[in-house]
């Protein structure tokens, strides 16, 4: 047997997609590591092909030399498993989880010469006062909203203070995925997109909410995204964990930020059907902490090689509507 590429987070929202991507180019060579618990997620892992799946604790247990099992050998990991959750509150959990979780994974790469890719993400940001660069000088002064952000912001810096991102023999790559839509994502309950809360909202009222503005500057609606297809999220994924010898931290958005009624808009057209909106007030709690505005630089990652283009968003939506929200639905 070939060496296993490891895949956390593989019965979740990106992870699954990558899995089936990796599956398409031929590899099935693959250890999945998730925690299924007792929703419906494990239904994402049908009609993938994989080596084994183990749980994270016992997949950390084997990277420590604990348990009778030896670890088999593994080329690298692609490391999506996370709390993805922007409203978490229990910081010990996110540092435990987030940040600890993935620093232990990582060391083991960098001790066993194997590639590590990792999620990283646009919350790190914070309200994009200070923009979306992601060169090395300035991620240090960024400044996240919640806690969910920061537990990704300790391990890029982290990482940075150790030059891990710059290392001559295998270096690490970060990604911080933008907003991510697309197939596979039902099992995240209100942390969906809003294609998926949309389509759902357009089927059984006719009617989609969004919240209204609060500041002056931008009108209800108006509010901006940087929306990424997940197909293309992947592509980008695949290609750092291919090209081993690229580090960095990147973007991986499309550099083209949208409005939330531009993203509906193309869901009713999708469906074939009027837009009807509704704005509702944001909560309060939600209001110091919400992002107006967020768009990648893409030059990085473009510099890196990565030359593909990206979805558009209505072409996004029309796939995502079409060939997966729609026959599920019937």
């Known amino acids: 047997m070939s060496k296993l590429t490891v895949v956390t987070g593989a019965a979740g929202f990106i992870g699954r ?14 250890l999945l590591v998730d925690r299924l618990g007792t929703d419906e997620r494990w ?25 009778e099992a030896p670890l088999p050998e593994i080329e690298g990991i692609i490391h999506l498993g996370a709390c993805s959750a922007t409203t978490e509150r229990d910081a010990d959990y996110l540092l435990r989880n987030n940040y600890a979780y993935t620093r232990s994974l990582c060391e083991w790469c960098l001790a066993n010469n194997a590639r590590f890719v990792y999620a990283s993400s646009a919350a ?17 002064t960024l400044q996240p909203l919640n806690m969910y952000g920061y537990s990704k912001h300790m391990f890029d810096l982290w990482a940075l203070r150790h030059g891990l991102f710059s290392r001559e023999k295998n270096p ?11 197939p596979y994502e039902d099992h995240k309950d209100d942390m969906r997109s809003v294609v998926n809360k949309s389509f759902g909202q357009i089927g059984e009222k006719g009617t989609v909410q969004l919240f209204k503005s ?7 609606g108006e509010q901006m995204r940087d929306f ?14 291919e090209e081993k010898n690229k580090g960095g ?9 949208r409005t939330w009624r531009d993203l509906v808009t193309a869901v009713y057209a999708a469906m074939g059907r009027e837009p009807k909106i509704d704005y509702i007030p944001m909560p309060d709690h939600l209001q110091g902490k919400y ?16 030359a593909a283009p990206f979805t558009t968003l209505e072409d996004g939506i029309r796939d995502y509507v079409v060939h997966y929200l729609q026959p599920r639905s019937r």
């Open 291 to 306: 992002q107006y505005f967020t768009e990648a630089r893409p030059d990085k990652l473009r510099a890196a090689g990565y």
């Open 17 to 30: 997609n990558v899995v089936a991507e990796l599956n398409r180019r031929g590899n099935r060579d693959l």
């Open 249 to 257: 931290l990147f973007n991986c958005g499309t550099g083209n930020a």
């Open 43 to 67: 239904k994402n892992l049908v009609g993938l092909e994989y080596e084994d799946i183990l749980s994270p604790e016992e997949f950390l247990d084997r990277t420590q030399g604990i348990g």
């Open 214 to 220: 609060h500041r002056p500057e931008y009108r209800d």
């Open 124 to 140: 790190t940001y914070g309200d994009g006062a200070l923009g979306y660069d992601d060169d090395d000088f300035v991620t240090p």
């Open 228 to 241: 990424i297809y997940v197909k293309d999220a992947v592509n980008v994924t695949l290609f750092f964990y």
């Open 172 to 182: 690490i790559a970060g990604l911080k995925y933008f907003n991510v839509y697309g």
